[in-house]
Structure formats: structure tokens, C-alpha cells
């Protein structure tokens, strides 16, 4: 862990003097919006008999509970929650609906409480759940390496300059009173100085938080969704994860229709339930409008990231491209 790489090391550079990025998750505040879960659902998903924290309704009471074999690790606000909902539509996933916060702030409660918030399943089916939390937890690698160093990890990234303005929306509706985003994002407004300790704009230096994890997994482990993508070829970006998984195609185009009021793809309504799925209402809020100066700034300050990210990862993501467009 004490190995500087190249991210941690350009961070730095190319700020102001004493301002300090350190690639340790200490200096990360951790943002109590980050999930809705609480321990008593999580202690009811645990519970004898409990069908594993809300997975889909056709979870059967026979089968074994099983550690997860693959991971949604992140990000926060890039698309984990739609994501998570169409990989369970296929039938040979079961996946937690409550976020198990495990590997960054439940460790302390060992393997066993952790493989009983899972939902059981039958020889064949994987075990999934999504903690997006885990992307920027610098002990997560180490942790879930150790459970099972051949685990599947999936990351929903998104352009990070709307990503930051969706995290700090999420925020603003629960807590009005906080200050504007224009006010949150620098150190410094004169000389436009970003706040990169600010975990709104922290996360999404995803090329920082990636060389932790390539320190314990190969690239081949990891499958890296487009959360635009996820909204314009929801069926595209599914055949990927299926086969990522192993899984035989069967999330295909059938499975979603778009929603024109909320913006965005949902799931048709499955055989046994009555209505859609449709994300709910804490999903696809309005953003404030931002000062387009500040958002120039942040598309400089995030563009070496971006790209350092397209080289580790080998594709480009095109968060330039889009951005020129408008």
C-alpha cells in the first residue's frame, strides 16, 4: 500500500501549495448520504428465514446461502441502482437489494454475517450485491481479495462533472441548508482552485481509486459500465455485463421500455408482479443549474484524470466528446 503510483504522484503536482490529496481513504470524508440502507434492514435481510434483503420476489426459500462471486463496487450517482435491478432480472442472479456496506463499514462483523445477508440460491446461480461506496475505500481491495481473489468486480462510472453535480443534488434534498456547489467546489474561487478533498469531486477521480484496485486484481476481473450508456443502450451495455458474467444473454432489448417523464430506461413489468419496475423517486431528480464558468473549470480539472482512466482501462468514455457537443 505504500507504493506511490503514477495518479497519486500527478494529483499532486498540479495544485496549490499545502493542499494535500493523499491516496489514502483518511482523507476521504465518508458522506453519510452515501446509502439509504440501514442496520435494521440489513439486520433483517440477516435475519433466519429472511429472503436476503429484498432480492427479487422469486427468491427461493430452498438453495444455500453463498458469498457474493461478483461486486457492483461503484460509483456512487454513475447508474449501480439501474444497473442492479437489470442483472437481477436475469435468472441466474440473486442479488441483495440493500446495500451490505461491508467491506468499508460492516469488516468488523466477519464472513458469517455477511454471507447471511445474502439471498440463497441454487447450484449454477451467481450471488451478486452492489456497495458503490466500495470504489473509493482504500482498504476494499485488500478485503475482498482476501474473501475470494477471483471475485468479479463491476464499476458504473459516468461523466464525473455531472456525476459530482448529481451527488451534491442527492445531498441538497436532504439537507437544504448546505452551502452551493459553486461554494463546496473550490479551495479557492478567485484563483479557481479545486476542492479535490470534497467527495462530490473526489470520486470521481476514478483513475486514482482504479490503481488501488489493480494492485490486487487484474484488468481482466473488471468490467467498467458506461452510466450513459446505461440510459441511451440499456440492452448493450447488459449483453456485457451477461457475458462478463458468464451468464447466457437473456436482459435483452424485451426488458425495457423508455419512461419519458422520469428520462431514462425501466424494466417491463416481470411475469409475476403487477406493475413495472420503474427507479423510484429519488432517481432522476432535477439538477440546480450551476455556473457554466464553474463547470468549464471542473471539465479542466477532471480531463488528465479522464484520460489516464482511458489508458488504464483501454477505452475511452468519450466524457470530452459529449461535453463538446453541447
Not at 440477516?46 to 457492483?72: F, M, N, V
Not at 451495455?237 to 432489448?253: C, H, N, P, S, Y
Request: hydrophobic fraction near 35%.
Amino acid at each position: 500500500g505504500s507504493r506511490e503510483g503514477a495518479a497519486g504522484a500527478w494529483l499532486r503536482t498540479p495544485l496549490a501549495p499545502g493542499e494535500v490529496i493523499a491516496a489514502q481513504s483518511g482523507a476521504f470524508e465518508r458522506d453519510p448520504q452515501e446509502s439509504s440502507t440501514t442496520d435494521e434492514e440489513l439486520s433483517r435481510a440477516g435475519s433466519p428465514g429472511s429472503r436476503g434483503g429484498g432480492s427479487s420476489s422469486t427468491t427461493p426459500d430452498y438453495g444455500e446461502k453463498r458469498l457474493p462471486q461478483a461486486l457492483i463496487i461503484g460509483v456512487k450517482k454513475g447508474g449501480t441502482r439501474a444497473l442492479l435491478e437489470a442483472i437481477r432480472a436475469h435468472p441466474d442472479v440473486r442479488a441483495v437489494g440493500t446495500e451490505p456496506h461491508f467491506f468499508d463499514r460492516n469488516y468488523e462483523k466477519g464472513l458469517e454475517w455477511y454471507r447471511n445477508v445474502m439471498p440463497k440460491t441454487l447450484d449454477g446461480q451467481i450471488t451478486m450485491e452492489k456497495t458503490p461506496s466500495y470504489f473509493v475505500t482504500n482498504e476494499a481491495p485488500r478485503r475482498i481479495h482476501s474473501m475470494a481473489k477471483d471475485t468479479k468486480l463491476i464499476v458504473v462510472v459516468r461523466n464525473p462533472v455531472t456525476r459530482a453535480i448529481s451527488d451534491y443534488t442527492q445531498t441538497l434534498s436532504k439537507k437544504p441548508e448546505i452551502p452551493t456547489f459553486e461554494v463546496l467546489a473550490f479551495k479557492n474561487r478567485t484563483l479557481g482552485l479545486i476542492d479535490a478533498s470534497w467527495s462530490a469531486i473526489r470520486i470521481g477521480i476514478y483513475a486514482l481509486h482504479l490503481e488501488n484496485w489493480l494492485q490486487y486484481f487484474p484488468l481482466s476481473q473488471i468490467l467498467f459500465v458506461s452510466g450513459e450508456r446505461l440510459i441511451t443502450d440499456p440492452a448493450g451495455e447488459m449483453a456485457k455485463v451477461q457475458d462478463f458474467l458468464g451468464l447466457k444473454r437473456i436482459v435483452t432489448e424485451k426488458h425495457f421500455y423508455f419512461n419519458k417523464t422520469k428520462g431514462f430506461p425501466c424494466l417491463k413489468k416481470p411475469e409475476d408482479s403487477s406493475a413495472p419496475r420503474c427507479l423510484g423517486k429519488s432517481k432522476g431528480r432535477t439538477h440546480p443549474k450551476i455556473d457554466p464558468d464553474v463547470i468549464h473549470r471542473l471539465r479542466k480539472f477532471y480531463k488528465p484524470f479522464n484520460v489516464m482512466f482511458y489508458q488504464m482501462t483501454g477505452q475511452d468514455f468519450q466524457w470530452e466528446q459529449e461535453e463538446s457537443d453541447k
